[in-house]
C-alpha cells in the first residue's frame, strides 16, 4: 500500500459551497454507439440523520443509504420491508485512544540514557516510579526524561502503561457487542477484527491478550502503579499533590459510542477518578483530539470510530497507523510542535513492513506477530468492537458490490449502481459536510464523509481487489520485474528523480541499481481528458511527483508540514527513478522494494494523479508562497492558519486568485515539466489551463477537477448537499459494468462435529465449511482459567470442504479432566479476504475417574474373600480334632463367607450398571477400559468358583463325621454362593 492511494484503510467518521448550474454541452457529447462513464448520470447526495433514514425511504426521499452505522433495531426494520435491501460488512470499527503524555520532561547534557532510573530522578527531582520515558536526541545533544507525575506539574494517569493496559479491564465488551450494538458487532482486542485476512497470523496473540471484563483487577493494576508513582486515594478518590485527578473523556454522540463511553466513565468514576464528560460531534471532537498538543490535555480519553475504505490481503499499513508514531496517527501526529508519543521498536517493525525490508513472507509474518504484541502492550488503544455495519438501498437499484472491507462506501458501487427507469439516484449520508470535510490529496480525504464522495470523480491506477484485498489494475495494467529479495536490477543511466535541493529532475546517472521495475500502461491516461475538457499529458504526471517529492525533501516545505513529509518519507526513499517511454505511453518505476506477493510491488509504486497541474501549483502557492492555508490538520493548527479545502467558497475563491496571478505574471515552471533536454509543457498550455480552471470554478463553485465518471458539478455545505454528473466524454477508458462485482462468497464455518475428547486418546474433531476454494482451518485450544494457549495448528483436509482437527494422544493426556477448554476454529480462504471465526467449549473425558473405583471395589472384595477363606480352613482343620462345636462354625463361617461375598458381588453389580449408564453415549470410546475392568472381573469370579469348589471337597470329607442335616444347611450356603456368582457373570 502506498501514500498516493491515500487509502490508510481506515478513515475517521466525519463537504462546500457552491452554485448548481448545468453541465456545458461540449462534455455531455457521447459517441451515439458507445456509452463512456457511469451507470447513472446523476447522483445527489444529502446529509439524512440516522433517526430518518427509514422515513426518508418511504417518502422515496432517497434511493440509497451510505452510512453504515445505522442503529441495529432499525436495519431489523428495514430488513423486513420488501422494497429495500440491507447488505452488511464489517466496516466500522470503534476504540478508546489514551493521551500518553507526559506532565513534565526534563532534559540533561549528553546521552544519559545508561543511566538507572533512580539516578535520572535524583538528578531532575522526581520519582524513579513516575519516570513513563526517556530517550536521547541527538541532534540536541540531550537526554530527555518523561514524567507521568511530578510535584508541581500535577499527572497523567494514562502515561503510565499499565494504567492504559488496565483499561481494558473495565471494558465490558460482551454487554457492549450483545446489549449496545444488538449482536451487530463483535468484539476486537486490537486493530484487526476477527474478520481482516491477516487475523489467522495473530489470532493466538489476540487470543493470549483476550481481556475480560474484570474491574477488580483492573482496579489491582491501577492501584499499584498509581501509588508507586505518589499518587494517593483519598475519600475514595485519586489524587495527586492534594489535588484530585480530572479525566477529560471526549465523548462522541452521533451514535453508539455515546453509551459506550458513559460505560467506560461510569466505571472510571468506581475506580476513583473524576470525570469531565465532554460530549461531541465529530468535528469539535476532531479538531481537539487531532488539532491540539497531547501535552495541554485538553483531552485524556476518546471514543474513536473508524470507517474501512477498502481491504488489503497483506497489511502494510493498518499496523502502522494505528501502533507507530512515524504514521503519523499516535498522539502528537507527527506534528514538529506539539509533544509526541514515541516508540522506536515499533517504528522500526512497522517501516520495515510497509517499506518491504524483509527476505520472504515468514519474516515478514514474524515482524508482523512482534508489532502486534508490542502495540497490545503499549496500550494507546484499547479496541472495543468491530461494528457490522448495514448498508440500506432499494430492492431494484443494481451494478452495486459489497466490499468486503467497505460495503458500499468501496471505490466500486458509486460508479456503478443504476435503477431502471431512473436516470437519477438519491444518496443518503449521515453528514456531507463537517468541520473536519477536507477536500484536498495532500493532506485532506480524512473521513469518510468527503472519501466517499471523492470515490466517483477520480481514478486511481491499481486499487485493491474487493473481494480478495489483492492489488490490481484499474487504470494502469502493470508489470512487475524484481530481482529481489537479495539480488538488484540496473537501471538505466537516463531514469530520473527530482533533486529538491535544486529544483529540478536529474537524471541517475549509470551503475545504478534497483530491486524492482514496475511498467504502468498510462494509456487510459494519457490522451483522455480532465473534467475541464483539457487533455490528460506526461506534464501532469511530472507535476503530481514534483509535489510529493518536494514537500517530502525541500527542508522548508517538510518543515511546513513534517506530518505529511514524515509519512511520504517512507515510500519516497525508495523510489530510485523513473522514466518515461513516449512512444509506448508507459512510465517505468525503479525503487527498492520488494514483496513476495509481485502486485503489491505495483501498488507500492503507483503514483495517482488527482488533479490536473494548474490546481497543483496553485495549490502549493497558497499553503508555501502565501503561506496562508496549510494542507494538513496538525500543520493548519500550528500555524494558525486554515486547512486547503477546494470545495468551500473563500479556498476556491483563493485558488482563483492564484490561477489569475498565474495569468497576469506569466507564471511557468519550466524546471518542473523539462526532463533533460525535453519539455513536457509550454507556457501557452499553461495559460491555456489557467483560464479552463477558472471558468470551471466560475461555472461550479469548486475547485475539484479529477478524472473520473463523475465530476463535482455541485457542493453545498450549508446545505448538506452535493451533486455528481457523468463524465460522458470519448475519451475516458470505461463503459458502464466495467466494475461490477455484486456479492461474495464468503467464507463459513457451517458446523463443527461435537468434540469427545478421551485424556490419553486422540481426538478428531470435524469442521465443515462453505465458501470459495483454497479453504484452510487453523485453531486454537487455550485454557479458558488461564489464558495460557495450549496448541495452535492448521486442520487438515478431509474431504471436499470438511477439515479434521487432529488432538494428538501426547496433547491429551496433559489435560485436565471435566475442565472445559476453548477451541478456536479460524476459516479463511485465498479466494476472498474475510475470515469467519467460531469459539467451542469442549471438555476431557478421564475413564479413570469412572472405573478407579471399581477397580477398588473387586480389590476390596479380594481381600474380603481371601480372609473369610482363611477362617474357614482354620474352622475345617479344627473339625478334624474336635466335635459337632467346630461343624457349627464350619457351618457360621460358611454362612459368613455367602453373605459378604454376595453384598460384594451385589454392589459390584450395581457399580458396573452404573458405569454402563455413564458411559453409554460415549460411542465406544471407553471400550479398552471397560474391557480391562471386565478381564480383571472374569478373573475374580473364576478365583471365586475355585475356592467353592475346594470347600465343596472339604465338605464331602466331613460327610462321615456330619449329621445329614447339618451337610444339607452347608450345601445350601455353597450353593447361594454359587448362584449369585452366576448373576453377576450375567449382569456384567
Known amino acids: 500500500m502506498n501514500v498516493w492511494q491515500k487509502i490508510t484503510i481506515y478513515i475517521l467518521p466525519i463537504m462546500i459551497l457552491a452554485a448548481s448550474v448545468s453541465m456545458p454541452l461540449s462534455i455531455l457529447q457521447v459517441d451515439a454507439q458507445v456509452v463512456k462513464g457511469p451507470a447513472t448520470d446523476i447522483l445527489r447526495i444529502q446529509r439524512v440523520p440516522i433517526t430518518e433514514v427509514a422515513q426518508a425511504f418511504q417518502a422515496g426521499r432517497i434511493d440509497v443509504y451510505l452510512y453504515g452505522g445505522i442503529p441495529p433495531a432499525t436495519a431489523e426494520v428495514l430488513k423486513r420491508d420488501p422494497n429495500l435491501r440491507v447488505l452488511n460488512a464489517p466496516a466500522g470499527l470503534v476504540d478508546f485512544i489514551f493521551n500518553p503524555a507526559p506532565v513534565y520532561i526534563a532534559n540533561l547534557s549528553g546521552d544519559q540514557t545508561g543511566r538507572p532510573l533512580s539516578e535520572l530522578a535524583r538528578l531532575t527531582g522526581g520519582s524513579a516510579e513516575a519516570i513513563v520515558n526517556v530517550y536521547y536526541d541527538p541532534d540536541k545533544g540531550q537526554t530527555f526524561v518523561e514524567y507521568g507525575a511530578y510535584p508541581g506539574k500535577g499527572a497523567n494517569p494514562f502515561a503510565f502503561k499499565d ?24 468484539p476486537m482486542y486490537t486493530f484487526l477484527s476477527s474478520y481482516d485476512p491477516d487475523f ?110 477498502g481491504i488489503s490481503k497483506y497489511d502494510s499499513a493498518s499496523i502502522a497507523q494505528f501502533c507507530a508514531p512515524w504514521y503519523g496517527y499516535m498522539p502528537g501526529w507527527a506534528e514538529a510542535t506539539f509533544w509526541n508519543y514515541r516508540n522506536a521498536t515499533l517504528d522500526d517493525i512497522t517501516e520495515r513492513i510497509y517499506s518491504g525490508n524483509f527476505t520472504s513472507k515468514e519474516e515478514r509474518d514474524s515482524l508482523y506477530r512482534k508489532g502486534v504484541e508490542l502495540c497490545i502492550a503499549e496500550g494507546v488503544r484499547a479496541w472495543v468492537a468491530t461494528r457490522l455495519d448495514s448498508y440500506v438501498l432499494r430492492a431494484d437499484i443494481r451494478g452495486y458490490t459489497n466490499d468486503v472491507g467497505a460495503g458500499l462506501r468501496g471505490l466500486w458501487s458509486l460508479r456503478e449502481m443504476r435503477a431502471p427507469g431512473k436516470t437519477t439516484l438519491n444518496l443518503g449520508h449521515l453528514w456531507v459536510y463537517t468541520a473536519r470535510t477536507v477536500w484536498n490529496q495532500v493532506g485532506g480525504f480524512q473521513d469518510v464523509y468527503s472519501v466517499d464522495i471523492m470515490y466517483g470523480t477520480w481514478d486511481p491506477m491499481t486499487w485493491f481487489h474487493p473481494f480478495n484485498g489483492l492489488p490490481i489494475p484499474f487504470r494502469s495494467s502493470f508489470e512487475v520485474q524484481t530481482a529481489g529479495p537479495t539480488g538488484k536490477l540496473d537501471v538505466p543511466p537516463d531514469a530520473f528523480i527530482w533533486d529538491a535541493s535544486r529544483g529540478t529532475w536529474k537524471f541517475v546517472g549509470s551503475g545504478v541499481k534497483a530491486t524492482s521495475k514496475v511498467v504502468f500502461d498510462m494509456s487510459n491516461y494519457i490522451g483522455a481528458r480532465w473534467h475541464h475538457n483539457i487533455t490528460i499529458t506526461w506534464a501532469d504526471v511530472l507535476a503530481q511527483l514534483y509535489q510529493f517529492f518536494d514537500i517530502t525533501y525541500n527542508a522548508t516545505k517538510a518543515a511546513s508540514e513534517p506530518a505529511v513529509a514524515s509519512l511520504w518519507r517512507s515510500t519516497l526513499d525508495t523510489i530510485v527513478g523513473y522514466r518515461i517511454d513516449e512512444a509506448n505511453k508507459r512510465l517505468e518505476v525503479y525503487l527498492n522494494y520488494w514483496h513476495f506477493e509481485p502486485a503489491y510491488i505495483a501498488s507500492f509504486a503507483t503514483i495517482n494523479i488527482y488533479l490536473p497541474f494548474e490546481l497543483v501549483l496553485a495549490e502549493d502557492y497558497l499553503v508555501f508562497t502565501r503561506g496562508s492555508y496549510a494542507y494538513s490538520t496538525s500543520a493548519a493548527t500550528a500555524k494558525r492558519v486554515p486547512q486547503l479545502n477546494l470545495v468551500l467558497s473563500g479556498h476556491v475563491a483563493d485558488m482563483a486568485s492564484a ?110 465449511l462453505s465458501g470459495p476454494p483454497p479453504l484452510f482451518v487453523k485453531y486454537i485450544l487455550r485454557d479458558s482459567v488461564t489464558g495460557q494457549i495450549i496448541t495452535v495448528d492448521q486442520g487438515s483436509l478431509a474431504t471436499g470442504s470438511r477439515f479434521v482437527i487432529a488432538l494428538p494422544a501426547t496433547l491429551t493426556r496433559d489435560l485436565t479432566a471435566r475442565f472445559p477448554y476453548e477451541l478456536t476454529v479460524i476459516a479463511y480462504s485465498d479466494a476472498v479476504a474475510f475470515v469467519d471465526t467460531r469459539t467451542l467449549f469442549i471438555s476431557v473425558f478421564d475413564p479413570g475417574i469412572i472405573t478407579a473405583p471399581i477397580e477398588q471395589e473387586i480389590s476390596n472384595l479380594q481381600k474380603s474373600v481371601q480372609e473369610t477363606v482363611a477362617n474357614l480352613q482354620q474352622a475345617i482343620q479344627a473339625i478334624n480334632a474336635s466335635s459337632a462345636a467346630g461343624l457349627a462354625a464350619v457351618s457360621n463361617s460358611i454362612s459368613q463367607l455367602g453373605t459378604a461375598v454376595g453384598n460384594s458381588i451385589s454392589q459390584l453389580g450395581n457399580a458396573v450398571n452404573n458405569l454402563g449408564n455413564a458411559v453409554n453415549n460415549l460411542g465406544g470410546t471407553l471400550s479398552s477400559k471397560i474391557d480391562t475392568v471386565s478381564n480383571k472381573i472374569d478373573t475374580f469370579a473364576s478365583q471365586q468358583s475355585q475356592t467353592i469348589s475346594a470347600l465343596q471337597a472339604s465338605v464331602r470329607d466331613l460327610r462321615d463325621t456330619v449329621n445329614t442335616l447339618m451337610y444339607i444347611v452347608i450345601f445350601l450356603v455353597i450353593l447361594q454362593i454359587a448362584t449369585i456368582a452366576m448373576v453377576f457373570m450375567r449382569r456384567k
Open 659 to 768: 490561477l489569475q496571478t498565474f495569468l497576469t505574471q506569466n507564471y511557468f515552471p519550466a524546471s518542473v515539466f523539462t526532463v533533460g533536454n525535453k519539455q513536457y509543457a509550454t507556457p501557452d498550455e499553461a495559460a491555456a489551463r489557467y483560464r479552463a480552471a477558472l471558468t470551471w470554478i466560475a461555472t461550479y463553485g469548486n475547485a475539484w477537477i479529477s478524472n473520473g465518471p463523475y465530476m463535482l458539478t455541485s457542493f453545498s455545505a450549508e446545505a448538506q448537499s452535493a451533486e455528481l454528473r457523468a463524465f460522458r466524454d470519448p475519451t475516458y477508458p470505461f463503459s458502464p459494468g466495467k466494475w461490477v462485482f455484486g456479492e461474495p462468497r464468503l467464507v463459513r464455518v457451517e458446523n463443527i462435529g461435537i468434540p469427545q475428547v478421551v485424556r490419553g486418546q486422540e481426538a478428531s474433531i470435524l469442521v465443515d
Open 200 to 309: 489467522p497470523l495473530i489470532s493466538d496473540i489476540v487470543l493470549r491478550y483476550k481481556f475480560t471484563y474484570n474491574p477488580q483487577l483492573a482496579e489491582q493494576i491501577v492501584a499499584s502503579a498509581l501509588s508507586k508513582a505518589g499518587f494517593q486515594k483519598v475519600g475514595g478518590v485519586w489524587s495527586y499533590g492534594g489535588t484530585p485527578v480530572q479525566i477529560n473523556f471526549i465523548i462522541r454522540v452521533e451514535d453508539e459510542r455515546r453509551d459506550v463511553g458513559d460505560q467506560l466513565a461510569t466505571a472510571l468514576e468506581t475506580l476513583g477518578f473524576r470525570v469531565n464528560r465532554l460530549y461531541m460531534t465529530f468535528g469539535p471532537a476532531i479538531d481537539t483530539v487531532y488539532g491540539t498538543d497531547p501535552a495541554e490535555f485538553k483531552w485524556h480519553i476518546y471514543t474513536e470510530g473508524w470507517g474501512k475504505t
Open 163 to 186: 494504567v492504559r493496559v488496565a483499561m481494558n479491564y473495565l471494558i465490558d465488551r460482551d454487554n457492549i457487542v450483545n446489549t449496545i450494538y444488538r449482536g451487530s458487532a463483535s
